[in-house]
């Protein structure tokens, strides 16, 4: 299993861009990167998955090199409402994934 | 897109108890579903592998005898945590791999049981 690596946590303000980076050096071929929201006491969220170069959605941005040993999950214009913790993910279709400790992103007024 | 149920969303039962999660997949068949704890402050922790139609894959330290998974359909996964104690106390997620590994965008994830044992 790939083990990634992120920051424990990161505050910022509303309207600013949060860029979160997780190292994941012993990526395998057929492993996807995914990035998950988790808001307390709900379930985690998916919010992108990527596997090389940039992918963006309504909500978020991933950029991975083309090592694709490390990602990085931006956020732009964070509001309140994206106080929550991310938790970026290594894997394949259908195998197991283990959670490190996420990101805890506070966002402030 | 991808939805996943579980029920019940919170519970408290007395120790000694048995108390049973379900977990379905509702607009997609679902062949592996995983179950999470998770306990307060702490990031999730796998319990176990369900496949449909076979015995699921506890992880290390997991006690099988007391979480029993029953993976009886492709929509449907259930954990049954038996004798239930006060440390047993946590808040449980499922999740299942949506589509096929084609069109495979991630897990989606049960929106959680939080299990209190008095």
């Known amino acids: 299993l790939a083990k990634t690596t992120q920051p424990i946590s990161m505050d910022s303000y509303e309207g600013q861009e949060v860029n979160i980076t997780c190292s994941h050096n012993?990526?395998?071929?057929?492993?996807?990167i995914t990035w998950y929201q988790q808001f307390p006491s709900q379930g985690p969220r998916f919010i992108i998955q990527?596997?090389?170069t940039k992918v963006t959605n309504e909500v978020a941005s991933l950029f991975i090199p083309a090592d694709r040993k490390s990602s990085t999950l931006s956020l732009p214009r964070v509001s309140l409402s994206d106080t929550a913790v991310y938790y970026c993910l290594v894997g394949e279709y259908d195998y197991k994934l283990s959670f490190g400790a996420g990101t805890t992103v506070t966002v402030r007024a | 897109g991808a939805v996943v149920s579980q029920h019940p969303s919170w519970v408290i039962c007395k120790s000694g108890t048995s108390v049973k999660i379900e977990c379905r997949s509702l607009?997609?068949?679902?062949?592996?579903m995983f179950w999470y704890r998770q306990f307060p402050k702490q990031s999730l922790m796998l319990m176990a592998t369900s496949n449909e139609g076979s015995k699921a894959t506890y992880e290390q330290g997991v006690e099988k005898d007391k979480f029993l998974i029953n993976h009886a359909s492709l929509t449907l996964s259930t954990l049954t945590v038996t004798s239930a104690h006060p440390e047993d106390s946590s808040f449980y997620i499922c999740?299942?791999?949506?589509?096929?590994?084609?069109?495979?965008?991630?897990?989606?994830f049960g929106s959680g049981t939080r299990l209190t044992v008095v």
């Open positions: 012993n990526i395998a071929t057929n492993d996807y």
């Open positions: 999740s299942a791999a949506g589509r096929s590994s084609a069109l495979w965008g991630g897990y989606t």
């Open positions: 990527g596997y090389k």
């Open positions: 607009d997609f068949q679902a062949t592996t």
